[in-house]
T-cell receptor, first 115, second 114 residues
Framework: DVKVTQSSRYLVKRTGEKVFLECVQD?????MFWYRQDPGLGLRLIYF???????EKGDIPEGYSVSREKKERFSLILESASTNQTSMYLC??????????????FGNGTRLTVT | AQSVTQLGSHVSVSEGALVLLRCNYS??????LFWYVQYPNQGLQLLLK??????LVKGINGFEAEFKKSETSFHLTKPSAHMSDAAEYFC????????????FGAGTRLFVKA
């Protein structure tokens, strides 16, 4: 069974801090994603990566960056946290070896509060 | 561009009643369609998916969905609701030409009354 592990369930940070959210998957999946989830807005894609050291902007990349130095690990970085980045952050991985319609496998999420 | 619309942010049913959660999508290419469920304090998990072939798709926990191309719909149903079905449900769409992206609807929270 695929396991996607997010390092923290809850985080409280101050405005202006640099924040790192870590995600590790154990199934050798090529693709990894970071979404944020807000009530009434569903999931919105921040960044994704389809290979080591590769990254692509999603729909709301402003204020975020990512790092993928190893295939199993995908980190989301908030360079200078702001209160409007208070949200639930979900990491996901996907097997894309030519399998049509591969689903996403999600971690349990990190609830970030910026004060 | 692809998009997903879920009708109703909240749906309430009685235990044992039919569950119907509505999803309409927009896609200029053949879509892959998904329903995910999120229980409190957890991530999303796959309920079912449609890729190609049979348009009626069965998933886990007794849920099923039917792909109707003419109506651009992928509604989720379950004949008899159980208290454990209370959760948030997300419809999602992707495609081979979508650049690895999966687009999610806003979600529908299902309440089940005893």
């Amino acid at each position: 069974d695929v396991k996607v592990t997010q390092s923290s369930r809850y985080l409280v940070k101050r405005t202006g801090e640099k924040v790192f959210l870590e995600c590790v998957q154990d199934m050798d999946h090529e693709n990894m994603f970071w979404y944020r989830q807000d009530p009434g807005l569903g999931l919105r894609l921040i960044y994704f990566s389809y290979d080591v050291k590769m990254k692509e902007k999603g729909d709301i990349p402003e204020g975020y960056s990512v790092s993928r130095e190893k295939k199993e690990r995908f980190s989301l970085i908030l360079e200078s946290a702001s209160t409007n980045q208070t949200s639930m952050y979900l990491c996901a991985s996907q097997n894309f070896r030519g399998i049509e319609g591969s689903p996403l496998h999600f971690g349990n999420g990190t609830r970030l509060t910026v004060t | 561009a692809q998009s997903v619309t879920q009708l109703g942010s909240h749906v309430s049913v009685s235990e044992g009643a039919l569950v119907l959660l509505r999803c309409n999508y927009s896609s200029s290419v053949p879509p892959y369609l998904f329903w995910y469920v999120q229980y409190p304090n957890q991530g999303l998990q796959l309920l079912l998916k449609y890729t190609t072939g049979a348009t009626l798709v069965k998933g886990i926990n007794g849920f099923e969905a039917e792909f109707k191309k003419s109506e651009t719909s992928f509604h989720l149903t379950k004949p008899s609701a159980h208290m454990s079905d209370a959760a948030e449900y997300f419809c999602a769409v992707s495609s081979n030409t979508g650049g690895f992206k999966t687009i999610f609807g806003a979600g529908t929270r299902l309440f089940v009354k005893a």
